[in-house]
Structures are given as structure tokens and as C-alpha cells.
């Protein structure tokens, strides 16, 4: 099947259809209105080429070739260009796209835009953005034709050849996939940006001139600009600007004077709120801001395209300039923000942690927490496995050490000695030392200005040892999570062992002395502990941890609260350090129990801290929202007496999309803001507000603005980040309340 409508292809279909097609075919899922079209798939491309005999004599001319020599470069792909344009289009799959331009057209020759759309069939992400040829205002079947032939030849341009070799694309992996798209006739066009491309304020930002746009793309023309603040639904700023003439098309563009007219506003009111309301449709549904181009005709707005916005900055950074200079060696998922320069060990086994010398890049299948004094050296850390709240997002965020997690085979690609730059807020590892302009980093705010909010801003701790400074330097209002997992996992043998050994006592005064770090740290500062929750796997690296069951999918197995009820003397040896620290004075304590799914559980885990002497009416009890079950059925949980719940997103959003979090073959569906975790935060939300239960947020979502700015709307009462992002997180916290009272003023006068 050659061709393959627009409306029947969606982001399930890269593969086959390219990241454009795809893109554009999820659009209209959404019911936006996109202008119609057809795709004529890789797979007809591929066909191609096996018809006219072109496959070996393309790729062994491609597999010879030194791309450093350009003459050579340059001969080589006009060559195979030529044969592309040469060979015979077989006539099912010309019959097939002149049946399709027909019917687009309602049986009239109506102008297109035939763009090509490249896949990678091992990469169905990887971005080709720009590196193969769009031609506009095609007419007439044969030129539709001949039009696709010239867009699968471009996809052995110089550049695009180069191009793959450089980032270890195969050529052979690549195919291309092309579109061919009604072109707008448009009075009126322009970009907008769902988000303010700088801050990522909540600001729609759009530009529009009259007629075609290409008049803004060429910068001959200054448009319009408008500003609409989407929170306050209001239009900010309109700014009118003089457009000399505009462009149309008669016989291919023409440009039309424009005298007086140009002078006019070019969009009414109601034209604008209808743009933000798809760009919001279109920001939800990616869950980025993103930069779209729109159209008018005939009073409907279309939208022919919509990327992700890829120059939001945090502290003023230029990371255009970095993704320009070094060959890029490997990407993953950014989790924690910073640039570092180092040369990379592998870490493999225990025996490696030592090879790790300060400011060398840390590489490792997954970090455990043996290699925490080895992560605290490392400059960088990078590891194939994971999401971004695995253990290596987590401690490294927590270090300030730039990381970047999933990449899949960074142990394999990466040597020993080998000299990187790592940039861990967009997720990439380039080849050699990258010179990049120093920057204002994103640093805890100091202390000397604080700024007050209603809304707590607390902070995230699995680090004993950093709690002192982290307590200094974000002026935090407290731990909202205190993960006790990773200090446990870095003892020197398995819980259960410590037991077993009749060694309980030696095992409550190390996990006391380790939580009193953090306690004292805060105090008088609340300091919210959890009781343990790792997974079986992580228990087994441990001394001592031979014995764990192995399970097939950990993350729905024996951890959390369930193991501890099950396990009870796990619990209990918690309990008594704690009971040893308030004993002490440190009243700044509450209990906060992991994975709840049932009210039972909370009365089970009560009763052993009742019995092991915690005077629940001095400390807060509370437990983690962090599944579906106990989101719906928060109101049974409450019955049981909490003082607080904190959402969990990280493990709200696994368990709510069945999407495993350490898995980076679904990262890319991992979504905290999906509407149905978003719906069961807010259920939680306002039911524990009814119940006077204090509610916050120790998900990775509570380090995220624009969930902050949602949380507090729906009036969280505090929420826990991560270290690096409390003082932004603050400020967020700071404006979003500003913003309610200045709305419930407005409404009383
Ligand atoms: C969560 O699930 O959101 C959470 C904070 O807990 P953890 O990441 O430790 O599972
Ligand atoms: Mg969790």
C-alpha cells in the first residue's frame, strides 16, 4: 500500500511514515484542523529502489566513500541522485499517488507541498529535521511525481550523507517517507509559540502577517506580534507593525503591494483566542511548548506544522552553540542539568569504583549505591539504562553532577580514557572537550533573600552526608521526602542479613546515625522520613541479598509498605530509630509510608509504630499517593487517620499509563502530566482539603514549573523538589500565588 492518508497515521507509525507524517496525522486525532493530505510511506520507497536495481549499486558506492573528502562526497551523491531521478517510477505506485493527488483535490489540480519525511528504522525518534528537500505550490500529477522522485533523491544530498555518517546513522537504516500536503491559500499566516520561547511562561506568543507566510520566513516582512498571558486569558501586548506587502499565489508566488492596508491589524480578537486554543490542545497533548505555523483561509484556521520549542533556557544558557560544535556521541534522557568535561571510566563491577578519579565522567550500565563515592567525584554521569527517576537521576540531582540516563549503550559505545563533554540537561554526550562560554549556572538561591510563600517549599533528600549543605543553600522549608533506601542500599550487607546475624541493634544505630544527619540538619524543620521502598533488584546487589526473589517486573513486586508489613522486623527496626530521635527532641519528624494500596495497611503499619512507642500525637503520620488505588480511594485511606499525603508522581504515572519508569524503551510515553494523572492528583488534591489533610508533592512532577503552577492552583499546601530547583521552584510557587490574589481582587471590585 504505497499511500497512506494523513488522518489514518499517528506517532505509532515513525517508523514507517517519518516524524512529520506522524506528527501532523497525531494533530489531526486531536481534531485539529490540519490541511489534507497523503503520505507515500518508506516502505514504497524501499520498494523503489529494490525495483530499478538501484539498492547495492546505492549503498556500496555510500559504503566506500570518505565523507571527509567532499569532491568525493559531492560526485557520489549526484551519481546515486541521478539514478534516482533516472529510474523508472514502477506505475502502481505512480498510479497510486495520481489517484491520491486527484482525490485530495476533489478531482481539481490543486496546489501541494510534497515534503520529504526521513525514518530511522532503529531510531523511530531520531530527528532529520531540515536535512531533506520540501518543495511548495506543486501542481499537476506528473510534477506531483516527479516531485516525490526528487524527495527520495534528497535523501543522498552531501549534507544528509554527512550527516548520518557523523552521528553513526546507517545508511541502510534510513529510508524516507513523503508527504504531500494541500497548501493553504491563506489571507493571513504566521508562527505562534504556545509557551514564551525563552521563560516557558505560560505567554502565547504569535506572529502574523497577511497572505502566505513564507513573507515572515523570509524576513522581508515584519509582522505582527501579540501576547497573550494564557492563565489570566488575556491579550497582553498587540503590536502593529507596517507589512510593505504580502505574498500570494496566482501562478506560483507573487508578491502584492500593500500600501494602507498593511497598516491594519492583521487578527481580530476571537482569531487569536482560537489560535491559543489549539496551541494549548497541541502543548497539552506533546506535553512541551511548542512552536507552530498556522494559516487562515476562507475564516478556518489550519495548521501545517508544529515542533517541540527547543530554545527554552534555564540561566541564559547557549546550548545552540554546544549541539553545533562536537560530534555527538550518544543521547538519552537529560537528568540532571549542567555541561562537564571529563574522560569517561566504565564502571562494571565493584572493582571499577576505584578506576574513578575526580572530574572523570562516570559510565555504568545503571549506578547503584555502592558507586555513591565514586558518583560524588565523577563530573559527569552517564548510563544506559533508566528514566528520570532511577537511581542515577535522583543521587546525581542530588550531587549537582550532570547526568544523562537511558542511552542505551553508552558501556558499549564509550572507552576508557576517551575525553567527552556532557550536557545533561538536553541528554547528550559529545565527542572531546567542547569550549562552552561560561555560564550563570542555575544555583540554590542564597539565603540572603528569601521570599515568603503561603505554599511550602521543601526539598527532596537520599543523601545523608549532603543534607547539611542542601539544608544551607536552598533555605528549604523542610524534607518533603527523605528517601532511607539509598543510605540502606550503600550499607554493608542486606537488612535481613544484619537480622539474621542477630546484628538488629548494629543495624537500627546505623540507619539512626544516618537519618539524625538529616533531621539535625533541618531542625526545627519538618523532616517527612519513609520507610524503605527498593525494589527487589536493588536489594540483591547487596551483601546478603542472594536470597531476594527474583522477580519478573520488579516495580510491581515486593517493595514498599507491602514488604515492610511482610517483613515486619524491617519496619520495626525504623520505627525504633526514629523513636531513639524524637526520644532525643527531634519532634521535627512524620512518617510516611511508601505504596499504599489499602486502608489496611496504614492501620497495620500504625499499630507496629503505636507499639514500638512513636507518640503519634506529637509527629505527623502520613502516607505517599502514589497509585492509582489509593488516589481513588482516598477517602477510606483518611478514615484511617493521616495527618498528610504526598503525591508520588514518579510511580503515580508508571502505574496509571503501565509505563515501567526505568524502562527507556517507553520513556518517551512516560508522561506526568497525561490528563488521567493529572485528574487523579486533583481528585486527591480536593478530596484531603475537604478532610483537612495537609497535602504535598515529592514526585519528580514537584520539580517541573508548569506542574507546580497547576498544584498550587488546584492549593496544594507544599511541595518537595529537587535540590538544584528549590529556589526556581520558589519563585514559580511565589508568582502562581500572586497571581490568585491578584484574580480574586480583580473579582471584587
Ligand atoms: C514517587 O514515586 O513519585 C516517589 C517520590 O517515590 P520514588 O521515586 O522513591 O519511588
Ligand atoms: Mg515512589
Redesign the pocket.
Known sequence: MPVLWLSDVGKNDISIVGGKAANLGELLRLEIPVPDGFVVDARTFRDFINRANLRSKIYSLLQNLDVEKTEELNRVSEEIRKMIREAEMPEEIGKEIKKAYKKLGNGKEVYVAVRSSATAEDLPDASFAGQQDTYLNVKGEEEVVKKVKECWGSLFTPRAIYYRVQKGFKHENVSIAVVVQKMVNSEKSGVMFTSHPVTGEKKCIIEAVFGLGEAIVSGLVTPDTYVYDRLSKKLLEVKIAEKKFMITRKNGNERVELGEKGKERVLSDDEIVKLVDLGEVIEDHYGKPQDVEWAIEGGQVYIVQSRPITTIKEAGEERAELEEAGKILLKGLGASPGIAVGEVKIVGSERDISKVKDGDVLVAVMTTPDMVPAMKKASAIVTDEGGL?CHAAIVSRELGVPAVVGTKNATKLLKDGMLVTVDGEKGIVYLGKLEVAKKEEAKPVSVSAPLITATEVKVNISLPDAAEKVARETNADGVG?F?IEHMILSLEKHPMKYIKDGEIEKYIDLIYNEMKKVVKAFYPRPVWIRTI?APTDEFRAMKGGEDEPIEANPMLGFRGIRRDLAEEMHLRAEMRAIKRLIDEGYTNIGIML?LIVSPEEIRRAKRVAIEEGIPLDRIDFGI?V?TPAAALIIEDLIKEGIDFISL?????TQYTLAVDRNNENVAYLYDETHPAVMKLIERTIKICKEHGVKTSI???AGSYPHVVEKLVEMGIDSVSANPDIVHRIREVVARAERKIILEKLRKLQ
Open positions: 527517576t521526602l528517601r521502598d511508601p505517599m502514589e508520588g508522581t514518579n510511580d503515580l515529592c514526585g519528580q
